[in-house]
């Protein structure tokens, strides 16, 4: 009986684990073999059954193409501007959230400072857009000009630094993203190694340095690496907001990819840029801001700052800062929502409506049906997508924390490393399973199995740490 039970328990984690390896195998698997086998031919969308191969000739072909080129260098220039800034603004805004008392600080965690993480790529574009515009709703140049540092409005997405605007606007959707996850690291710090770190006399600089910063260094490694492999992949910013313009000055991979396959018909151009492309990883420290400055402080200029002041300075600032930073796009959105057609082109411009209307709402709820289509299928791709991916990386997650198994780390490895590749490079071999699947191409099921299976890496390596925090 004993084992009969024992051999019972080792299939445990096999059908734990067999509906997220069947969803990654379907879904990504074997598209990235049909997507690499693919980049051999010459192929195009209009006549998929009619592609010639010739072996490695795409690849020698894009080597000598001087916008894959250029597109390889506003990659790296995107992806190190983006993840650097993202990982200042959000590290300082968790510190920032880290001291206990913070005002508003369970109000940061749990909603606001999430939202531009939450929202839709295509609508942050909006926003970006209207808001970088260079003749009447660019707000940022108004702001600029009147603290003098512009003389006039520029249209910074039609010049060659366009690049610089969506980098941004991405700076301010995926900063919340390192927040986060490094403020849950801080607070998992156990509170008795600065204790003791305070007897012995270390000041806060040094319990920073010598504590907070190797306790949550692999938070930061993992978490800097996945926005990195997010950032190369993601191209509805650069899409919508520039197109790659003006003159491809940028123009990044997954754009070029998307632009070479989609538009230009041809499937094989665009699986070798992105088997082309290696995603690489970089090694980031936590930069302090507060505590240098307080030692130094106190050996050029002695007096004692009050800890009122101090507050005032070190905390209610910062978060001040932060929340204006995370809710002024909004803000500036549903005001300019409730202008009139002339107020939206006055020069300078109007922050607040002089006079309000909803007319706007008004025109949209007369030209869509009630409730309106997108909205319920946005909402049956969400909800679907949330079951399936919390039943399944539930499931998996499980398993990888309670179990030991041969390959469980390699297994583990596996499921981050389908991070690397972007959906624009499945999308046609997705296409064409859907298709063999019956009925399922042009339903909402499509989405949500695509949806659930690209989100199940990441859920599962979050809940296997919520797993392992629990004791067994």
């Avoid at 800034?85 to 940061?108: D, N, R, T």
């Amino acid at each position: 009986m004993a084992r009969r039970s024992y051999k019972k328990e080792r299939f445990i984690p096999f059908l734990l684990l067999g509906p997220a390896l069947l969803m990654m195998l379907l879904i990504v698997a074997y598209p990235l073999f049909q997507a690499l086998k693919l980049s051999l031919f010459d192929a195009s969308l209009l006549r998929p059954d009619r592609a010639k191969f010739i072996g490695l000739a795409n690849y020698i072909q894009i080597v000598r193409n001087p916008i894959f080129i250029r597109s390889l260098v506003n990659s790296l220039i995107w992806i190190v501007g983006s993840v650097t800034l993202q990982f200042i603004v959000g590290g300082c805004w968790g510190g920032a959230y880290f001291e206990p008392g913070v005002p508003g600080q369970s109000l940061g965690e749990g909603g606001l400072s999430l939202i531009p993480w939450a929202t839709s790529g295509v609508l942050v574009s909006l926003m970006w857009t209207w808001m970088l515009d260079g003749n009447y709703g660019g707000v940022i140049n108004d702001i600029l000009v009147r603290l003098g540092l512009l003389s006039k409005y520029k249209p910074w997405l039609a010049l060659p630094v366009s690049l610089g605007g969506v980098i941004a606007a991405n700076v301010w959707q995926g900063a919340p993203f390192f927040a986060v996850m490094l403020l849950a690291a801080m607070q998992g710090v156990p509170g008795e190694l600065y204790e003791a770190a305070r007897i012995d006399g270390a000041g806060r600089f040094q319990q920073f340095w010598k504590i907070t910063v190797p306790m949550i260094m692999p938070t930061i490694i993992i978490t800097t690496m996945l926005r990195i492999i997010w950032t190369a992949n993601y191209m509805d910013l650069v899409f919508v907001m520039t197109g790659g313009g003006p003159g491809n000055s940028s123009i990044i991979m997954p754009v070029l990819s998307y632009v070479t396959a989609y538009k230009k018909l041809k499937v094989g151009g665009k699986q070798r840029l992105w088997r082309f492309c290696k995603q690489s990883c970089l090694s980031l420290r936590f930069l302090p801001i507060l505590g240098p400055w307080e030692e130094k402080r106190k050996e050029v200029f002695p007096l004692k700052i009050p800890k009122s002041v101090k507050r005032i300075i070190g905390l209610w600032i910062p978060v001040s800062l932060w929340l204006a930073f995370v809710l002024f796009p909004y803000i500036w959105m549903f005001l300019t929502s409730l202008k009139p057609q002339a107020e939206l082109y006055t020069t300078p411009i109007q922050y607040l409506p002089k006079a309000p209307t909803f007319d706007g709402y008004r025109l949209l709820m007369r030209t869509t049906d009630f409730p309106p289509r997108f909205i319920t299928n946005s909402l049956v791709v969400v909800c679907g997508t949330l079951v399936i991916t919390a039943v399944v990386s539930v499931s998996a997650a499980y398993c990888f924390s309670r179990f030991h198994f041969r390959g469980k780390g390699k297994l583990f490895g596996l499921f981050l490393v389908t991070q690397m590749f972007p959906a624009i490079l499945l999308v046609f071999s997705l296409f064409l399973i859907m298709r063999k699947l019956g009925g399922i191409l042009n339903t909402a099921w499509s989405l949500i199995i695509a949806h659930s299976t690209f989100a199940l890496p990441f859920t599962t390596w979050l809940l296997t740490g919520f797993f392992n925090s629990i004791p067994p």
